[in-house]
């Protein structure tokens, strides 16, 4: 008669499940990172997630009631801990990606870029199996809610929108778009891998045209590109307003910094404090008030500083309104096939030398010209 020892226990089994589901998971995203996958395996992924956390918790769950119950000898621990291990790994990646994700600071590291394409695969399943309605155009698929009132109206027009970005660039999609009508979680718009959050209403507005043209640019990235946040969200702002907002805007952010800079070294701590609780990026702005005044002028950092190492993966603030304007100058001072160019040829540190190799000129001369730029463009 065969023993009972020759099969692993119950406890094993959930265990081996735990670390099994865990590792594939892992080594799916890894091969479709690779592969360069824009709608990945979302269905697979979430099973392997569920069979990474399920165990874990039986497994604890069954541990602290044997605890409770004073049934000592049964409880096997280092079975428990390989459960739930798995899942606590995952828990850590999810944490450390939310918490730079509220700091703004976005780093194209590996477990960074893990975390989005498990992230993509989860929202796309919820988009695939949970949103009620969707349709289809040529070069996208929009699933919506009751909001959108005209969805056939929306969706063709931010198809055209899409169409005139590919024209522009010379980017063609590699798939079509998944346009979400509706904010990922806490009311954030985002576009990462075949995905974009746009508003949850009709019409489609100026964050769906934003969210569209992470989206096409993106599906072009290689696992190694990070362009600077000034050129990523440059891109999409300029996609998304017209020469003279954003310049206007551009133009306004310098004249606040300058005009706060000669306050800020006469303000108190308690002044500061309550003056940067009122800001959406205090960080930001007091480096850049602290810039200022040690410079002699208002316009003769800003480029070096928003693409330096304290905002290369900041995603906030003055690279929004700077940026906007200063991708639209490049498209039309040097035209669309330079940008491409440029905005997949910059890593950290590389940035003004990719400006003097992509666009033959230094990056004074080019910040010079674009700021005079911007006052003729808004009418100054």
């Given at each position: 008669m065969a023993s009972s020892h020759a099969f692993p226990s119950r406890d094993a089994r959930r265990a081996m499940i735990a670390l099994a589901a865990g590792v594939l998971s892992v080594v799916l995203l890894e091969v479709e990172q690779r592969l360069r996958v824009l709608h990945p395996a979302s269905f697979l992924f979430v099973l392997l997630l569920a069979l990474t956390f399920a165990p874990g918790v039986a497994a604890a769950a069954i541990t602290i009631n044997r605890l409770l119950r004073g049934c000592w000898r049964a409880i096997h621990i280092r079975w428990t801990i390989a459960a739930v291990l798995p899942g606590l790994i995952w828990a850590g990646a999810v944490g450390y990606a939310l918490h730079q994700f509220n700091r703004r600071d976005i780093p194209r590291n590996w477990a960074m870029r893990m975390i989005e394409l498990a992230g993509a695969s989860v929202m796309e399943a919820r988009a695939v199996y949970l949103t009620p309605h969707r349709i289809e155009t040529q070069r996208l698929v929009m699933f919506y809610g009751p909001g959108v009132f005209n969805p056939q109206r929306d969706?063709?027009?931010?198809?055209?929108?899409?169409?005139?970005?590919?024209?522009?660039?010379g980017l063609r999609l590699r798939a079509k778009i998944f346009y979400v009508r509706g904010p990922m979680f806490a009311g954030r718009h985002v576009s990462f891998r075949g995905l974009a959050f746009g508003t949850a209403q009709s019409p489609a507005n100026s964050i769906d045209r934003h969210e569209l043209a992470h989206a096409i640019i993106g599906q072009h990235e290689q696992p190694d590109s990070y362009p600077p946040t000034l050129l990523s969200e440059g891109w999409a702002e300029s996609q998304s307003n017209t020469s003279q907002e954003l310049a206007r805007e551009a133009l306004r952010q310098r004249k606040l910094i300058a005009d706060w800079s000669a306050s800020?070294?006469?303000?108190?701590?308690?002044?500061?404090?309550?003056?940067?609780?009122?800001?959406?990026?205090?960080?930001?702005?007091?480096?850049?008030?602290?810039?200022?005044?040690?410079?002699?002028?208002?316009?003769?950092?800003?480029?070096?500083?928003?693409?330096?190492?304290?905002?290369?993966?900041?995603?906030?603030?003055?690279?929004?309104p700077v940026g906007g304007a200063f991708v639209d100058y490049l498209l039309r001072r040097y035209g669309a096939g330079k940008f491409v160019?440029?905005?997949?040829?910059?890593?950290?540190?590389?940035?003004?030398?990719?400006?003097?190799?992509?666009?033959?000129?230094?990056?004074?001369?080019?910040?010079r010209d674009f700021w005079d730029d911007q006052q003729r463009v808004a009418g100054h």
């Open positions: 969706a063709n027009e931010m198809d055209r929108h899409v169409a005139r970005m590919e024209e522009l660039t800020w070294p006469r303000m108190s701590e308690p002044e500061r404090q309550s003056f940067r609780e009122s800001l959406v990026d205090p960080e930001g702005f007091a480096r850049l008030l602290t810039l200022v005044g040690t410079r002699a002028g208002a316009d003769a950092f800003w480029l070096r500083e928003l693409t330096g190492p304290d905002w290369y993966a900041h995603d906030n603030g003055a690279v929004y160019r440029l905005y997949f040829a910059v890593r950290p540190g590389t940035f003004e030398a990719e400006c003097s190799r992509v666009l033959g000129d230094d990056l004074d001369t080019i910040e």
